[in-house]
């Protein structure tokens, strides 16, 4: 069973940094693609950005050139790096994980889950 725990969401002003953090569970060797989503209530779920087992990353539009997501396989770990952050970045950012190696075309179609980390920008 895979489990997924984020951290590192908090409050910022515009302008400013923020790392998430994931660490994933029940896997010695974790080879799936993962990935960060956020959602606001209301709107649908937003992908961010994924990175498959060897390192290839993709980037949603609203955040190419601002956010870097980044894996330690080592350590079953996942990160993103938000700078340059926006009152419109305001969200619940979820750490997910693929079914396989793979990355899913779409947010909607990870596996897992974790329970997401509140970000919230002021202006």
């Known amino acids: 069973q895979v489990q997924l725990v984020e951290s590192g969401g908090g409050s910022v002003q515009a302008g400013g940094s923020l790392r998430l953090s994931c660490a994933v569970f029940?896997?010695?060797?974790?080879?799936?693609?993962l990935g960060w989503i956020r959602q606001t209530p209301g709107k649908e779920r937003e992908g961010l950005a994924t990175?498959?087992?060897?390192?290839?990353?993709n980037y949603g539009d609203s955040v190419l050139g601002r956010f870097t997501i980044s894996r330690d396989n080592a350590k079953n770990t996942l990160a993103l790096q938000m700078n340059s952050l926006k009152p419109e970045d305001t969200a619940m950012y979820y750490c997910?994980?693929?079914?396989?190696?793979?990355?899913?075309?779409?947010?909607?179609?990870?596996?897992?889950w974790g329970q997401g980390t509140q970000v919230t920008v002021s202006s």
């Open positions: 997910a994980a693929a079914a396989g190696y793979s990355c899913p075309s779409g947010p909607d179609f990870f596996t897992y």
């Open positions: 029940g896997y010695t060797y974790f080879s799936n693609c």
């Open positions: 990175i498959n087992f060897d390192g290839v990353t």
